[in-house]
């Protein structure tokens, strides 16, 4: 079956500075993989590529089947023009640390924002469906609340409903858990846990190893713009075979 998402010596670089210095990676459909790393490594970078919020400087992305920012006309490949990139981008869902929820919306109303105004989904068909969503993370209570009268943990399941809301073929996460106060990051990372095991196709990154550990199919530990090593939780996170990789998980272990 094709890959969901392959990346393939995928470069990005910042003036001198190469944020992604050739990585490739491939997810299958269904798997989660959680990508780790100390910060700076080009984690956030990767995952902006695969949305194309950057555009890539070397090498390609697919996902899907489909390679991203560029058509092709017989032999020839051609950038995509704005409104087609961002017809590309609705097969990813991303969701970021912040949430980015629009303020003066409510919350119903951050839901249905893009199905009606993006994909044209019939006003009462997109309520019912942000309904079933807010049912799904637990918070169809706050339909008429506000962001800010909302936990952070509240706003980041609220973000990942809206992020549902458009049916994305995979979701990415840019560490979704680490602007909460420990005691919320428990109600998102089991929302997660659901939509993993409900079979959807997530790339993950994440200081919370504990999830890793329990949840991913892989974890990927990427430094200073490659992927060093990869490979099931049980076997990255205890018996590391690099060791940068060592390094940080003894760092970041309590
Ligand atoms: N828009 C940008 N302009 C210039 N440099 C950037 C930009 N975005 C990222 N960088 C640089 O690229 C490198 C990789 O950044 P990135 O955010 O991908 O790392 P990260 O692994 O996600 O780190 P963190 O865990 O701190 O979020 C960093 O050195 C960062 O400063």
Avoid at 87 to 111: C, D, E, K, P, Y
Wanted: net charge neutral; proline share 6%; hydrophobic share 45%.
């Amino acid at each position: 079956m094709t890959p969901m998402i392959v990346a393939l010596d995928v470069r990005k670089t910042f003036g001198p500075l190469k944020a992604l210095d050739g990585v490739s990676l491939e997810v299958a459909r269904g798997e989660v993989v959680c990508v780790i790393g100390p910060s700076g490594s080009g984690k956030s970078t990767f995952l902006r590529c695969i949305n194309q919020l950057e555009r890539i400087d070397g090498g390609a992305i697919w996902v899907n089947g489909e390679l991203i920012g560029y058509r092709r006309e017989g032999d020839r490949l051609f950038p995509l023009s704005d409104r087609e990139v961002a017809r590309q981008r609705l097969a990813s869902g991303m969701v970021f640390q912040r949430f980015n929820l629009f303020a003066h919306l409510t919350v119903l109303q951050n839901i249905i924002e893009g199905p009606v105004t993006v994909l044209r989904r019939p006003r009462p068909e997109a309520v019912a469906e942000a309904m079933a969503l807010l049912e799904r993370v637990g918070l169809a209570d706050k339909r008429e609340s506000y962001p800010a009268e909302l936990s952070g943990g509240q706003q980041q399941r609220i973000a990942i409903a809206r992020a549902l809301a458009m049916k994305p073929e995979i979701l990415l996460f840019d560490e979704p858990t680490s602007a909460l106060d420990p005691e919320l990051v428990g109600d998102v990372l089991a929302v997660m846990r659901d939509l993993a095991r409900g079979g959807m196709t997530m790339v993950v990154v994440t200081h919370e190893l504990g999830f890793a550990r329990e949840v991913a199919n892989r974890v990927v530990f990427m430094d200073r713009g490659r992927v060093v090593e990869q490979g099931p939780p049980a076997t990255l996170l205890s018996n590391p075979s690099h060791a940068r990789t060592r390094e940080f998980i003894a760092a970041v272990l309590p």
